[in-house]
């Protein structure tokens, strides 16, 4: 059994892709976990075994250094039967095309912050999951749910109830997600997903505000129309 050291940092992530989009090879260094304590679970993978999990660890969010420049970023695993390297190893970008990028680029939108407790990261890192790893039925249908399918979980309910809101949450987003995700591909170690923002969604609070402006000044004109 591999045991898996998963995703850590801050902010710091979402300047990852911006600095590195024209680069195809990256070297990176693994920094440790952004807590101190994480949530135990355990992941299985039907398609490998239904009773020997494929992790048995702590899930969170993986802090990583780029050694191009020292600049720090996040990541969460996305290949849960490889295992973590503790040294600087070399990992290929990609953009994450298809369904999946546009499940996890919603994923990103609706639930990532950067100040996220143990618990919150591991239902990240399990929604993550959902969309990476879960595979179609003899239908063609594919079964996401933390309990459910192929790739299901035993930890925790307050675990599993999150993973499962933001996976549903991700699911019905139909709004423009600001950010960009990418995949970091190493043939000997576990593959990552880390985001950038690409572009500036307003608030709805902010929106509101930006109409009633604009209802303002229409009012004002009006006003010295009449006049």
Known sequence: MKNHLIPLVGAALLTFGA???AAAEVTIAWQGNKALAGVELQAFDTTVSSSEPVFDDYALRLSYTNLSNNSSFAAFCIAPLKGNSVLPEQYTKSAFGGDQGA???SLYQVAYR???DATQQAAFQLAVW????EVPNASGVISFGTRTGNFHVNAPDSVLNLADSYVSDALNFKGHSAFSVFKLKNASYQDLVTAEIT???PEPETFALFLGGLGAIGLLARRRTVR
């Open 19 to 21: 600095q590195f989009a």
């Open 103 to 105: 499940h996890l680029a």
């Open 114 to 116: 950067a100040n996220m």
């Open 130 to 133: 959902e969309f990476t790893q």
């Open 199 to 201: 572009s500036a969604v």
